[in-house]
């Protein structure tokens, strides 16, 4: 390939790859790895789970981009795989903790739960991350792809292959559930 790595698009970087190029697939996952840290720690928490999930994500990839059609971009396609892994991981150690604070009645925001300036701050994010373990999945991976990751209604529901409807619904549902169980909390 004459353009390097860091420059080529992303069909050069699977053509590449399919090619058995190590070094093109290092930069797939050098471009997308970030992403991937932040839906599976958004959803899992800083945890070793969410080290080893990341790693699945991109094994998962390596194996199945023989199957990837190009009907999406490469990041959807990733960001499906990383969804998927962890739901199963949720399922599997009914395990969840987020980064988000309840901001007047109905809206979220993300909040750094790491800041060990702000005691409120932290202890806010305890009871979040109590209440987010309370959802269901369904629920939490909305609210996840929503407000962590700033996905559009649009783009969760393209990614969760669900109507935009049924997003919007189980945001909203979420968002009720949680402030009730904030309120008792």
């Known amino acids: 390939m004459k353009v390097p790595y860091s420059k080529a698009d992303e069909s050069e970087l ?12 290092g930069e797939i996952v050098n471009r997308y ?11 899992l928490g800083d945890t070793i789970y969410a080290e080893d999930i990341g790693q699945e994500v991109f094994i998962k990839l390596y ?18 795989i990383a969804i998927n892994l962890t739901l199963n991981e949720i399922k599997r150690r009914k395990r969840f903790f987020s980064l988000f604070a309840q ?15 702000c005691e409120e701050k932290r202890e806010a994010g ?12 369904k629920f939490r991976v909305v609210v996840a792809m929503r407000m962590l990751q700033g996905y559009s209604t649009k783009e969760t529901a393209e990614m969760l292959e669900l109507p935009v409807g049924t997003v919007l619904s189980r945001l909203s ?10 309120e008792k909390l």
């Open 14 to 25: 699977i053509k590449a790859t399919l090619g058995n190029d190590e070094l093109a697939f």
């Open 33 to 43: 790895r970030k992403m991937v840290a932040r839906t599976v720690k958004g959803m």
């Open 63 to 80: 194996h199945s981009l023989a199957e990837f059609r190009g009907e999406s971009r490469l990041a959807t396609y990733i960001q499906k």
């Open 103 to 117: 901001k007047g009645s109905d809206e979220m925001y993300e909040m750094d739960i790491a800041d060990g300036n």
């Open 126 to 137: 305890e009871i979040v991350a109590k209440a987010l373990k309370k959802l269901d999945p």
């Open 173 to 182: 549902r979420a968002q009720e559930q949680m402030k009730k169980i904030i």
